[in-house]
């Protein structure tokens, strides 16, 4: 079992107890303590109170010797020992004082006295102060004050026990203990990471109450892809697939066309493949939207006619014409819709249809699949491309010219 050592800062005035001092710093050796004594500083200089105040911090216990000097004082008046101790106070530290009798310093020699001249009252002050410590001593010479040291020092630890020192080979019942936790913490926290694991492959990465929410992460998508397609001359892909498209779609035609204004190399150096489907509005199943959301039609075919025509005025400033847009329409109602960017992220919900065959859209939750992460997730991509697929080759391909819009003839 390992032996903990604690650290204890003696402070005092210096010249009139420089033996004193001596014989504390011993009693704390042969206590096998580590003691903690500022004679190296200059008490007036403000750099060095940071570095006490720090050694004050750092030790266990604190210990104070008061004889017949107030000692060096600070700006306001008030001695650096004095300071020390109030720190220590504050800071709540155990505290350990020694206080000189008055009949023991009158019988010192007066080779050894420091008579007090200047700082009387402060002194007097401080010396009441010091006595109102619950731990204090009186004492009258060097021997006796290194006797009640050591008695009052072992007192305090066996009352008040701080962290103290262990060497870092030796093994204490509290080491063994924290290992022990520390190792049982370590298996939790692995089985943690694998359940985490394991629910990403079977879960979403995220669920979102609508497209408006899942928008930010699509944005961030978008943008770092754009950037990743410019620098490696990729193509960047987007198919998206639903009713009409009424909330995802002029988001994704915003981005491209906003960004394009921004910065025409940011989006105009990028190869863009933008395939679209959505219901037929000939197909019977229309109605059930055109009751509940009059207009949508209108408004999705002008959102779609303004990114044709930004795809246009691409096309033009680009040799190799690589910019392809695609609208089919199909006849069938879809199961789901979504938003699929560069075949890896699947921003996918399902159409909400009760009973009854009405559209009840609004309550859907969004989720957001990754290519790779699980079966879960490439299950459902795969499917999104079947159905996505089924609607491409099986869907009417609209009449209209500005529906059509094909920069490759495909």
Same mark, same amino acid.
């Given at each position: 079992?390992? =032996? ?9 005035? *210096? ?9 504390? /710093? ?10 903690? %004594? ?7 200089d403000n750099s060095q109170w940071e570095v006490i105040k720090k050694q004050i ?6 210990? @104070? ?15 650096? !020992?004095?300071?020390?101790?109030? *720190?220590?106070?504050? #800071? %709540?530290?155990?505290? /350990? ?25 402060? @002194? ?39 962290? %103290?020192?262990?060497?870092? &080979?030796?093994?204490s019942p509290e080491y063994n203990f924290i290992l022990e936790e520390n190792r049982? /913490? ?45 620098? +490696?001359?990729?193509?960047?892909? #987007?198919?998206?697939? %639903?009713?009409? /498209?009424?909330?995802?779609? $002029? ?24 395939? @679209? +489907? !959505?219901?037929? $509005? ?26 044709? &025509? ?32 560069? &075949? =890896? ?51 009417? !391909? ?13």
């Amino acid at each position: 079992m390992g =032996t903990r050592r604690y650290s204890i800062f003696v402070s005092s005035t *210096y010249k009139d107890l420089k033996k004193e001092r001596a014989a504390i /710093l011993k009693a704390i050796i042969n206590m096998k303590h580590i003691p903690v %004594g500022m004679e190296l500083f200059r008490a007036s200089d403000n750099s060095q109170w940071e570095v006490i105040k720090k050694q004050i911090n750092r030790c266990d216990y604190y210990a @104070l010797i008061i004889s017949d000097k107030y000692g060096s004082v600070d700006e306001n008046g008030t001695s650096y !020992t004095e300071r020390e101790f109030d *720190y220590a106070e504050e #800071i %709540g530290k155990p505290i /350990l004082s020694f206080v000189r009798s008055e009949k023991a310093i009158k019988k010192l020699p007066n080779e050894n006295r420091y008579i007090e001249k200047t700082y009387i009252n402060e @002194l007097k002050n401080f010396r009441r102060k010091a006595l109102a410590n619950r731990m204090c001593e009186i004492w009258n010479k060097k021997y006796d004050l290194s006797t009640k040291f050591m008695h009052s020092l072992m007192d305090e630890i066996e009352a008040n026990p701080q962290i %103290g020192w262990v060497r870092a &080979d030796e093994k204490s019942p509290e080491y063994n203990f924290i290992l022990e936790e520390n190792r049982k /913490l370590s298996n939790d926290y692995r089985g943690l990471v694998n359940f985490n694991d394991e629910l990403k492959r079977c879960s979403p990465l995220s669920i979102y109450k609508n497209f408006d929410h899942a928008w930010f992460d699509i944005e961030k998508l978008l943008e770092k892809l754009v950037i990743e397609c410019r620098e +490696q001359d990729e193509k960047l892909k #987007i198919r998206a697939m %639903g009713l009409c /498209l009424h909330k995802s779609f $002029p988001k994704v035609s915003d981005f491209l066309i906003q960004n394009y204004k921004k910065d025409k190399n940011k989006i105009s150096n990028v190869r863009i493949e933008m395939r @679209l +489907q !959505t219901l037929d $509005p000939n197909c019977s199943s229309w109605k059930l939207l055109d009751r509940r959301w009059p207009n949508l039609l209108e408004s999705f075919n002008n959102d779609r006619d303004d990114l044709i &025509d930004f795809f246009e005025e691409m096309r033009k400033e680009k040799k190799d014409n690589d910019m392809f847009i695609k609208h089919t329409q199909y006849t069938h109602m879809p199961n789901f819709h979504g938003l699929l960017i560069n &075949d =890896t992220d699947l921003f996918l919900s399902d159409c909400a249809w009760d009973s009854k065959k009405k559209l009840t859209a609004g309550k859907n939750f969004y989720e957001h699949y990754k290519a790779g992460i699980g079966e879960i997730h490439d299950h459902k991509i795969k499917l999104y491309k079947r159905w996505f697929d089924y609607g491409r080759y099986n869907g009417s !391909t609209a009449r209209d010219k500005a529906v059509l819009y094909d920069a490759k003839n495909q």
